[in-house]
């Protein structure tokens, strides 16, 4: 199994409106694996060893909400690169989002949980 990334036990504050599945944790840190791994090849693109928020995340900066990101693990995925500041931040934004994606996909499906298919 890969580095956990995501706080399970803040998932369900984040998805507020509905029911968190046990594999949605999993889910949502594979996904912020691969997250990683992009925003590494857009670095890597542009002769930088620091992967920067930026690579991550392009939009408003929202300082609000719960940090479903382990920022000590992030260092740990991003191999061979340096990490910004800002990556944590970006990476709980796109995160976050994801995760109430997923809720919406759920409740479009008649359910009240969200499952590790709905990431």
Avoid: P
Avoid at 4 to 21: S, Y
Avoid at 41 to 59: L, M, S, W
Avoid at 86 to 94: G, T
């Amino acid at each position: 199994m890969a580095e956990m990334l995501i706080v399970k036990a803040k998932i369900k504050e984040v998805a507020k409106e509905c029911n968190v599945g046990g594999d949605v944790a999993e889910a949502l840190s594979n996904f912020a694996h691969e997250i990683i791994k992009k925003a590494a090849e857009r670095a890597k693109a542009n002769d930088r060893k620091t992967i920067q928020g930026k690579d991550i995340y392009v939009g408003e900066k929202k300082a609000e909400g719960e940090m479903l990101i382990v920022k000590s693990k992030i260092k740990d995925v991003a191999e061979g690169f340096n990490v910004g500041g800002d990556v944590a931040d970006a990476l709980n934004q796109k995160v976050t989002w994801q995760l109430m994606q997923a809720c919406e996909r759920a409740k479009a499906n008649g359910r009240k949980t969200v499952q590790a298919r709905d990431v």
